[in-house]
């Protein structure tokens, strides 16, 4: 089998929030004969996780609290404590948390968080809202 360089496959322009397909077939005996498909893309689902708990203890393990996202437009991310104070606040999925408010380290506990978010194509809102173990 010889390697085909098939020209137009590199215009398929990649996008986060889509799988895009192209199909390739060809035939090598005597005659070289291949064709191309047109591309087809398919929307990835919406994904958002989060882990239930961190230990900013300086280790390199689970040293921050961050939510992994998938096929969003926006990124809202609220961080209380027990008695409801905002203790962190980010507008992008690449921020962490670190387990400090103020440039204090937080005690050990429950954290609440809510994650406020639109899906990609249909700009449907998301909120999704759990806690987080901070352990030190």
Known sequence: ????????QSNVEYNENYNKY?????????DQIYSISNAVSVEKPHVIYSPNAFSPDGDGIND????????INDFQLEIFNRWGQMVFKSYSSDEQWDGTF???????GTYIYKVKTTTY????????????SLIR
């Not at 089998?1 to 137009?8: A, K, T, V």
């Not at 103020?102 to 050990?108: A, C, W």
């Open 1 to 8: 089998l010889s390697s085909l360089n098939f020209i137009g």
């Open 22 to 30: 192209r199909l390739v077939a060809f035939q090598n005996n005597n």
């Open 64 to 71: 921050f609290f961050n939510v992994s996202v998938q096929g």
């Open 102 to 108: 103020k440039n204090k380290d937080l005690p050990s």
């Open 121 to 132: 194509g249909e700009n449907q809102k998301i909120i999704k809202s759990g806690t987080i």
